[in-house]
């Protein structure tokens, strides 16, 4: 018997006048959602109440509205983190279905770990709204109380935001180099990046210095350089034409 050798043409159907084609609703998205995630960066300066000192935050000192930014911030970094994997899929499953899965699930752990962490931060806030000033409560067990909550903030935030984000970059990296749908350089600088993020995260799990650090800062540079470039790459330019987006669009493209 003959082999079988009928091979179904990829048809490429025409995107009518003033209609986006599915690929470029994905990068434009997608490139807002990596934008996102960086409006996180003032919270350096509005947990610096808690921070500085948490025992006096708790009975009243400092801004508990700018800590409450802070927080809401976290949890639009956590959204948009997801959304960026999820909004992705459809079109990196083609590339490596393993690897597309493996981004969400890490983004999906990211996002539950920074909502953990701010949970902390939500509960210093009830011990200060809720039981500072109460009559037999006493001032250093709050104390007590709220740094603990702080240093689980703190490793929670090494976890989420520092550490996740080497396996989300590394697989992501990977998609995009082997789909050639962004210039290569992104690609590469999350090859460099992740892992020098890797080895800052561990040397501040064994207290080399603080999360803080100038180090540690350093080293997580190429990683942000990396998402905040790509983002802005992907709203204003979108994916590189490659088959892969003409044969994604061809049959994405509902039928006039």
């Not at 976290?74 to 499953?93: D, M, N, R, S, W």
């Not at 995009?176 to 080895?199: D, K, M, Q, T």
């Amino acid at each position: 018997m003959a082999a079988n050798t009928d091979i179904t043409p990829t048809v490429t159907v025409p995107i009518p006048r003033g209609r986006m084609r599915p690929t470029r609703r994905i990068s434009l998205t997608v490139g807002i959602l990596y934008v996102l995630t960086f409006v996180s960066i003032p919270t350096l300066a509005l947990y610096a109440p808690i921070k500085d000192n948490v025992g006096a935050f708790i009975l009243g000192a400092g801004s508990a509205s700018a800590v409450q930014w802070g927080i809401l911030s976290e949890v639009i970094v956590g959204l948009a983190g997801i959304g960026t994997a999820i909004v992705l899929y459809p079109l990196t499953k083609r590339i490596s279905q393993t690897a597309a899965l493996g981004l969400v699930a890490a983004r999906l752990l990211e996002t539950c770990l920074i909502f953990v962490s701010v949970v902390s931060l939500l509960t210093i806030m009830t011990l200060r709204n809720n039981l500072a000033g109460t009559a037999g409560t006493s001032p250093a067990a709050l104390a007590t109380m709220g740094h603990g909550l702080l240093a689980n903030y703190t490793w929670m935030f090494l976890l989420s935001q520092s550490l996740m984000p080497v396996a989300c970059d590394l697989l992501l990296g990977y998609l995009l180099y082997r789909s050639h749908l962004v210039p290569r350089v992104w690609p590469i600088v999350a090859f460099i990046g992740a892992p020098l993020l890797l080895a800052s995260d561990v040397a501040t799990f064994f207290g080399a210095y603080s999360p803080v650090s100038p180090i540690a800062v350093l080293a997580a540079l190429p990683v942000a350089v990396f998402e905040l470039s790509l983002g802005i790459w992907l709203i204003i330019k979108g994916f590189t034409p490659t088959p892969l987006t003409a044969d994604y669009d061809a049959i994405s493209q509902p039928a006039a």
